[in-house]
């Protein structure tokens, strides 16, 4: 962990422990903050808990604010974790830096340079994830999960047609999808599992991790389509074999 990481660590641990005493007691460890900078499109920050872990994400236009002022960013998000009122002085704090000229200039060239990629990188040329999302969770979740990063990769690959990242709860789903000769329920198929991994986070069984554990397992079965999903794959893996012995 380097030494920036480890501040910025401490920074929302100190904040957690000045709203941690009230009734929504939680105080994480600092080894179970994470903070990262992130490319998001204008000033946008979040923070997330999941399992018992925190991850924060601020927007990188503010890599470089002075350390007060992520100070007063780390304390208006962890109030707004823990529902609670920030102190109106790191309210002001924050404002007064996230409105001077510059900021709201850097931030708006971010949101112009990134905009179309990161806000609209879920809808693809023939299929939109967010669409296929919002549908799965409320048909198979009961709307339960919150919507993650949804971003189709940017290379065409077979290898991978799905993965869910936790830490930065981003799932990408493979370009090669994105096209009219796959079928949207084997899109909405690949989506479901990694939803699924949303829901069954992976657990750790003597220093082993494991993410495809019985009930995952069982509830990917449950998809209506299953059967024909896995034939899908078959026929995935298939191409995947041609495509490397062409290339040999
Ligand atoms: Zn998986």
């Given amino acids: 962990m380097s030494q920036p990481d480890l501040h910025l660590r401490r920074v929302f641990y100190d904040a957690f422990r000045h709203f941690g005493g009230g009734r ?30 925190v991850y924060v994400r601020i927007a990188d236009v503010l890599r470089t604010a002075p350390p007060e002022v992520i100070r007063a960013l780390s304390f208006l998000l962890v109030a707004r974790l823990l529902a609670r009122k ?3 002085e790191q309210e002001q704090l924050y404002r007064a830096f996230a409105f001077t000229p510059e900021v709201v200039r ?6 112009r340079q990134r905009g179309r990629k990161v806000i609209t990188s879920s809808s693809g040329r023939i299929y939109d994830l967010g669409k296929i999302f919002r549908r799965l969770n409320r048909r198979h979740f009961d709307e339960g999960l919150q919507v ?21 709860d981003t799932i990408t789903i493979s370009k090669t999808l994105d096209s009219r000769d796959v079928p949207e329920w084997f899109v909405e198929y690949i989506l479901f599992h990694e939803m699924l991994h949303i829901k069954h986070p992976a657990r750790i ?5 494991y ?4 009930a995952f397992r069982a509830e990917e079965r449950s998809y209506p389509k299953y059967q024909q999903a896995q034939e899908w794959l078959d026929r995935v893996i298939r191409k995947r074999h041609e495509l490397r012995a062409r290339a040999a």
């Fill in 86 to 88: 920030a102190p109106a």
């Fill in 205 to 209: 069984i003597n220093g082993r991790r």
């Fill in 148 to 168: 993650p990063t949804l971003t189709w990769s940017r290379r065409r690959a077979w290898s991978i047609l799905g993965h869910h990242d936790s830490a930065h």
């Fill in 211 to 214: 993410y495809h554990t019985p």
């Fill in 24 to 53: 929504k007691r939680f105080i994480p460890e600092i080894s179970e903050i994470e903070v990262r900078f992130y490319p998001y499109a204008g000033l946008h920050h979040t923070i997330r808990v999941r399992a018992g872990r």
């Fill in 106 to 111: 850097a931030s708006d060239i971010a949101r």
